[in-house]
């Protein structure tokens, strides 16, 4: 039987389904951005196909008055507007939940519902009789449902009005058009349906000054910021919007105003291999310089990910994670990376990664990265994630210190070479194990062969154990001290807490909202979201100080668990763990059941 | 052959180039290569060249794969930074080297294995970019450090040590090179000094990459009979094509360069290559009528040598990415970074 939601305010979620390639990704948009612009804390997830045109694809807004943002999985809504997945976007609604179709053709019976109400709205048809254009026609199908769901959820229609202005300034046609069709839609609401529903949107004042972006483009914005002047490239999902929004801001801000030269330097390599190269001989040779790529070209990188680490030249890699092993499923999100980048490359080899949990830190890591890389001499990789990198989010301002001064490493100037009488490569290091560098075309006395092959400190070719090990010794001293310089985790605490939980990155969200639930339900957990690799010391003292640790991480080998037991000294029986690995962004629900289970069974087996 | 230092003595009476540098300071530490390797004929041929056009140490970046050829760049001035990275991966790193620093001089050294099978990509899509570089291939047609395989320039029906013949076709750089936009191209025999040092003079004054394929024997591993990649076969095969002189820019000589008979092509920088001796109706920069010509001479099995292909018009990676003239590495954070008011109203697109 159908019942009455309760009235719910600037609580709930939605789903709208749509045919890939016909314009929905505008209108879907659309309504994320006008939520935001009411000051109500929303997110929005595009769960894409790999696929250009007319295979399905979601999306799901999720707004939450208490800044929950994380995915929902409980949809008070569908937007069911494609008839190839009609049966399962109907069976994923919540019991008296809506079903919002285009009924300019009838509903096959069997996809009724008992429990659930049908918004029929003939979308194909208002739009065949108001548009003559046949593109168009389909086009606006798209504008005119978000027109509905403007009545339906109480979404504010001056601010749509004035976004539909914004997207189309200086096309009048254009914006007259969206405009009737979006009244289309909104009318025909108010006319048929009892709007708004039981759950609906009331503007609030929650977003402040907060922007709503995606962490490639923040990613980017970083690199920008850091002063990266060389970015070499192989096209990847979902990395590829990092570079692509990293030219346009070079476009905007490196463009020399006297000389109409360009102060940057975008290189689309010929794969993988190449665009690390790029990086490695541009850092070598003194710029600031990254690649931006995704699990397969991780891949491909390992062979000169060792060359940098053993040479010691800095790069900086950003690797937004998708799904694996193999092509996996590009268009879909995880954390499968960790153990290949914490150890890329054959022989004795670590790096240091950094791990953003939204765009925000996607910006203030990227920097880090760079710093890092410089300071340590060595590869940095930050692994964003699709979630992360290909979503909007609702973020906070972005800030920037006009104080900042990039730590360029240890690099000997001309006036420092001069007063050396002989420099040697892998000598002179500092509290961090770190030796200085010279840089082609400063001073003749700075130069010496960097190579990859074996050599000893004095950076001369070796094949004499002692010699070698000399320089791989320092190597993972050096490796370890950087973990004091990573960002440190960030742990909260709550009084009579009985379990700790671990994550990183993306899963943050869905970790935060479940410790509120899991606390709900009598369970008190401490949370430590780690963000970089090596780990900081107080990572290891989290981890004995609770018992049982449950980390959670969204891949199938529980990696992150691995590393932490390679990398420390706790017992691998303390470690507990929740994956969840399907590629969609992770959900609270999931955590929760997770975690509550394993504790019912451990109570069990001591009771 | 690692444990012999060589001497620093430098005798008073040698000749010095524009900077006051002997011959001598552009030699770096002694070769570890077998006695008679071709690739240390190159190396001499380098040095020369290198002294000749009076480059500064420090301005030279010698850049390598993995191989023997990729030994070298230790071998040849010492003042210069070196980076011996890994198997065919120089031009990728060249590149991005490159592009983060235009005042220096890259001279990559490489060989048949290292730029025709596992660098071949990186090879071709250097030459596409026109990264301005000396690229030397050291080609041999066998990998000498795991002891004598063939390699991807190995001729159909050349010997190997054992007496196997090669079964597959080679790769010809030269032509491969023509067919993908190279700007300058050219052959040469390690054992041919007298015609590397002008290509090679001529090639670090090309705006863009300039590919040299130097047939360079292996003594230890391609120089029985049978092979066609040993000293008596290519001195046996070999034909010039085109003899050039390498005249610099700003010089006397050049009101006196004479016309008839001669080709001239006038590089970016206002020195001039003289082409002398070429066959009738070559013109080494009509890229069609040049790989035509090459095609002929290979079915006579002639190896052709000398400064084959030059194109000066065409822009090279930073004229193509309009990059600014101060290298990028150079450049201060000021004009990188576009600061916390920027930040701030782009934000406003954010929102």
New interface residues.
Partial sequence: MQQQLRTRINDFAFKLANVNGTGSASANGLLMQAIF?MGIPVSGKNLFPSNIQGLPTWYEIRVNKDGHTARSLDYDLMVAMNAQTYARDIREVRSSGYVLYDSSWPLDGSLYREDVHFLPVPFAQMCNENFADSRQRILMKNIAYAGTLVAALDIDMPIVEALLDETFAGKAALRDSNRQALHIGYDYAREHFHCPLPFHLEKMDANGDK???DGN?ATA?GC???????A?WYPITPATSVMDAFRQFCE???R?PE?????????Q???E???I???????????R?FTSTSGPGISLMN??LG?AYYSEIPAVVIDVQRVGPSTGMPTRTQQADLLECAYASHGDTKHILLFPSDPAECFEFAVKSFDLAERFQTPVIMLSDLDIGMNDWVAP??????S???DRGRVLSEEDLKSVAKFHRYTDEDQFYVPSR???????S????????GHNKFGG?TETPSEYQEVVDRLARKQKAAGSLVPHPKVQTRSGAQIGIVAIGGCNPAVQEAVDLLAADGVQADYMRICGFPFHESVERFLYDHDPCFIVEQNRDAQLRSLLTLETCVPKNRLRSVLVYGGFPLSARLVVEEITKQLEVTHAVHR | MPSIVKPVATHPSLQRNELGLTIRDYEGSMSTLCAGCGHDSITAAIVRALWEVAMPPHMLAKMSGIGCSSKTPAYFVNGAHGFNSAHGRMPAITTGANAANRDVTYIGVSGDGDSLSIGIGHMCHAIRRNVRMVYIIENNGVYGLTKGQFSASADVGSKSKRGEPNQIPPIDPVLLALSIGATFVARSFSGDKEQLVPILKAALAHRGLSLIDVISPCVTFNDHSGSTKSYLHTRKHATTATEADFVPPASEILAHIAQNGVTTVTMHDGSVVRFRSVPESYDPSDRARVTAYLLEREKKREIVTGLLFIDESLPDLHEANKTSDVPLARLPFEKLCPGAATLDKLQEDFR
């Fill in positions: 612009r922007i709503l972006i483009t914005l920008l910021y850091a002063g990266a002047s060389i070499a905007r801000y490196r020399d000389t109409g030269r360009n102060n940057y330097c975008i290189l390599a010929e794969d291999l190449a665009a190269g790029m990086v490695i001989g541009a850092c070598w040779n003194g710029a310089a062979e000169l060359l301002r972005l800030r920037w210190d006009d900042y001064r990039p010279t840089l082609p075309g400063v001073h003749q700075g130069a010496y062969v960097t190579r990859g092959s070719y």
